[in-house]
C-alpha cells in the first residue's frame, strides 16, 4: 500500500510497504543560465526503511515532465552507483541534479526495493516540484 504523508516546499514524501522516501528539491542558480533556458535542479533523497527487515534498493526509475508537457523517462541500476542496503529503522541519503530548459517541471518516479527474502516491489517516489524564481515569467 502507498500512502502520501505530506508535501512540503514542493519536495515529497511517501511511504510504500514500509519504505519512506523524502524528496526536498531546490533551484540551483548559480549553475543556471535563464536567457539559455538551462535551468539547473537538485534533490536530496533520503530513504528510511521503516521495516522489521534489512531492504535493498536496486533500481530506480524516474518521470521527469517539463513546463512544455515534454516527457523524459531515465531508468539504472540503483542510486548513485550504489545498491545500498538499509537496516531497520536506518535511512540512506544522497543527492543528485536534473536539468530542464524550463523554469519549472515535476519528477515522480518508483525506486526497485529487494526484501530480505528477494521479492521486489516498487516504492513510490511522489511527485515533486522544480521551480525557480523565473517560472511564471
Known amino acids: 500500500m502507498t500512502q502520501t504523508i ?7 514524501d511517501m511511504v510504500t510497504a514500509g519504505v519512506r522516501v523524502r524528496v526536498k528539491p531546490h533551484y540551483i542558480a548559480n549553475r543556471s543560465n535563464p536567457a539559455d533556458n538551462r535551468f539547473l535542479f537538485a534533490y536530496s533523497i533520503t530513504i528510511t526503511n521503516e521495516t522489521t527487515r534489512a531492504v535493498r534498493v536496486i533500481a530506480r526509475r524516474w518521470h521527469i515532465v517539463d513546463a512544455d508537457g515534454q516527457t523524459h523517462e531515465v531508468e539504472g541500476p540503483g ?15 544522497y543527492s543528485s541534479t536534473c536539468p530542464l530548459t524550463t523554469p519549472w517541471g515535476t ?29 511564471g515569467t
Do not use: C, N, W
Request: aromatic residues 12%; proline residues 8%.
Open 107 to 135: 519528477m515522480e518516479g518508483a525506486y526497485t526495493i529487494e526484501d530480505a527474502d528477494g521479492a521486489t516491489f516498487p516504492a513510490r517516489i511522489g511527485r515533486f516540484y522544480l521551480v525557480s524564481p523565473h517560472a
Open 79 to 93: 542510486v548513485v552507483g550504489q545498491q545500498p542496503r538499509i537496516m531497520p529503522g536506518e535511512s540512506f541519503e
Open 6 to 12: 505530506a508535501t512540503k516546499a514542493y519536495g515529497s
